[in-house]
């Protein structure tokens, strides 16, 4: 017979005080669950690719007013989409 504490059951206790100290602080935000008709399918991935151009649209204009203006930070940018 095996006396004392074995290697294994000592590390199983600090994995349920992780479990725990993650079920204390919950991920922030809404939760989104993924639709699953196909048209609420087609819907939401013609939502997500216009957000897209829409952002990227957006980088564009700051990349442009950078290389015009003021905004120095973003003049770095202006080299990587080609203004």
Same mark, same amino acid.
Do not use: C, F, H, W
């Given at each position: %017979? +095996?006396?004392?504490?074995? @290697?294994?059951?000592? /590390? @199983?206790?600090? $994995? $349920? &005080?992780?479990?725990? @100290? ?5 991920? @922030? ?8 008709? !196909?048209? #609420? +399918?087609?819907?939401?991935? %013609? &939502?997500?690719? #216009? !957000? ?9 204009? %700051? +990349?442009?007013?950078? /290389?015009?203006?003021? #905004?120095?930070? %973003?003049?770095?940018?202006?080299? +990587?989409?080609?203004?």
């Amino acid at each position: %017979m +095996v006396q004392g504490k074995t @290697k294994g059951l000592q /590390s @199983k206790a600090s $994995s $349920s &005080r992780q479990a725990a @100290k993650a079920a204390a602080n919950p991920k @922030k935000g809404k939760r989104y669950i993924p639709p699953k008709k !196909t048209a #609420l +399918v087609k819907q939401a991935s %013609m &939502r997500q690719s #216009l !957000t897209a151009k829409i952002n990227k649209s957006i980088e564009q204009q %700051m +990349v442009s007013a950078a /290389s015009a203006g003021k #905004l120095t930070i %973003m003049k770095n940018t202006a080299d +990587v989409y080609g203004r």
